[in-house]
């Protein structure tokens, strides 16, 4: 074995010949030459005191690397705080463009124009600095869009597609969290100017005082204070030779015009349904006979009057269609102008008026309806067509009447005995059913049903029957063939 040596760079023992340590790159040139041992692993190697030369890059590689150190449980519990805190800002972040989209924020806003039992103001701006944006001084505008639903869902559309009308705009006013954009809507307000016929009289809007009205003989004015758009009920109140007139009009508002409030006095009748109560301008003004009629003597009518009639279904109540032409009426008098179905006129030519019910079945066609059914049903005549249990029911029973060996020929004739409004276009309908029935020994036998609970509903452009309701006999009689020869 040749002489050796040691480097004192990295202590790996190499041939004494060596200058360069082949494993670190240390200068051996100076480094002392070692005798072989029989033990070479006990030998410690001499270590040149001479600083070593700058390591290079395979020397830099071959350096050992610390062991890392594991990260301490606070640190551990931070990073896992920040990266929960991270995934939930996402999520809070993704819910809220979504429930705070512009789309979704006009959805709700429609939603609150549309029912008067909502708060409003809150989605409303505008820049009249003399009205108050608040709840009370909206229902008007959602009184409004509640009576005409689709002019509400056509606004709602055109705010998506970025449009407005000439009183009403979509607007960005600040934002919701700081994150998300809050819209509302910027509306216009008005200043219309009511005027009247009589002097000293006093203005209410919604019930509460105006002011009163000034001018002279010419007319007598009283401008309103800023009104939000929508529809409004409007009071005058004067005292007249001593006595006290009043008279209101339920008026929409979209503009600064003139509403004419002229009080004038009329007689006039209302015929309905029998009980049912009677609304002039959304007041509660009486209640309809046994009859179904009610006249009013000398009554303040203006301008934009409306009348509706409303009545009951178990535990719903049904509203007439609003009349709205009676000042008109009594304008035009019994005269080829009067030509509408709901107003008519009495022997003294005072106006009668009879509020409509949409889907409403006349009593002719009630009673053709119901006999022909009775005689012949044909399934296109029923809701459900064959599928319905009065159909199936009164085929059963014509067929037990053709089993009737005894039975020759038989008819059935109707008579309505009244007919009311009933819910989803439909009527409640009181009605006699005779039956007749030509026996085989020359008897004639007949029998009267009164039914009771009979529906009949509007289907598209034709009337059909949704149930015959239930029959009770209240006549029933046999003539005896051969009692009048004598």
């Known amino acids: 074995m040749g002489e050796k040596k040691f480097c004192p760079q990295c202590g790996s023992q190499v041939d004494a010949t060596v200058k360069f340590c082949p494993h670190c790159g240390a200068d051996l040139t100076n480094v002392a030459v070692s005798q072989p041992q029989v033990k070479e692993k006990s030998v410690k190697p001499v270590v040149n005191e001479k600083r070593a030369e700058p390591k290079s890059r395979q020397q830099v590689s071959q350096v050992a690397v610390p062991k890392k150190q594991p990260l301490k449980k606070k640190t551990k519990i ?18 809220g463009s979504n429930h705070y989209s512009r789309n979704n924020q006009i959805d709700q806003i429609i939603v609150s124009l549309k029912n008067p039992q909502m708060g409003m103001a809150q989605y409303v701006t505008t820049d009249d600095h003399n009205i108050k944006v608040t709840n009370d001084a909206l229902k008007p505008l959602q009184k409004y869009y509640q009576a005409h639903q689709t002019t509400a869902n056509n606004l709602s559309m055109n705010l998506k597609a970025g449009g407005s009308t000439s009183q009403i705009s979509l607007t960005q006013s600040g934002r919701y969290m700081l994150l998300f954009p809050k819209y509302t809507l910027h509306i216009n307000t008005y200043t219309p100017q009511i005027e009247t016929n009589h002097r000293d009289t006093r203005v209410l809007v919604n019930g509460k005082s ?47 015009k003139t509403i004419n409030m002229n009080i004038k006095t009329a007689t006039f009748s209302i015929a309905s349904v029998p009980g049912g109560t009677i609304y002039i301008n959304d007041k509660k003004v009486g209640v309809l006979s046994g009859n179904g009629t009610k006249v009013f003597k000398n009554y303040p009518i203006t301008d934009n009057m409306e009348v509706y009639v409303t009545t009951t279904f178990g535990s719903q109540t049904i509203k007439s269609q609003l009349i709205t032409d009676l000042a008109q009426a009594v304008d035009n008098g019994d ?11 009495d022997d003294n030519n005072n106006v009668i008026l009879k509020p409509q019910w949409k889907g409403l079945i006349s009593k002719s ?31 059963k029973m014509l067929k037990g009447f053709d089993r009737n060996d005894s039975t020759i020929s038989y008819d059935m004739d109707c008579d309505i005995v009244s007919i009311n409004p009933a819910p989803n276009n439909s009527s409640s309908v009181v009605y006699k059913i005779t039956y007749t029935f030509e026996k085989d020994n020359g008897d004639e036998h007949t029998q009267v049903m009164l039914y009771k609970g009979a529906i009949l509903q509007e289907d598209g452009d034709q009337q059909k029957i949704k149930s015959i309701g ?5 006549s029933d009689k046999t003539d005896k063939s051969g009692e009048d020869d004598d």
């Open 78 to 95: 931070t990073l896992w705080l920040a990266v929960v805190i991270i995934v939930l800002f996402g999520g809070f972040y993704v819910w």
């Open 470 to 474: 239930g029959g009770t006999v209240i």
């Open 335 to 345: 005269s080829d102008d009067n030509t509408s179905d709901d107003v008519d006129f």
């Open 210 to 256: 105006n002011g009163q009205v000034k001018g002279n003989a010419d007319g007598y004015y009283k401008k309103l204070q800023s009104l939000f758009p929508g529809k409004y009920h409007l009071e005058v109140d004067s005292v007249v030779s001593g006595r006290e007139l009043k008279a209101d009009s339920t008026v929409n508002v979209w503009s600064n």
């Open 365 to 395: 066609d009630a009673e053709d309806l119901l006999k022909g059914a009775f005689n012949d049903p044909e399934s296109e005549d029923f809701i459900g067509g064959s599928d319905n249990s009065s159909y199936q029911e009164l085929h």
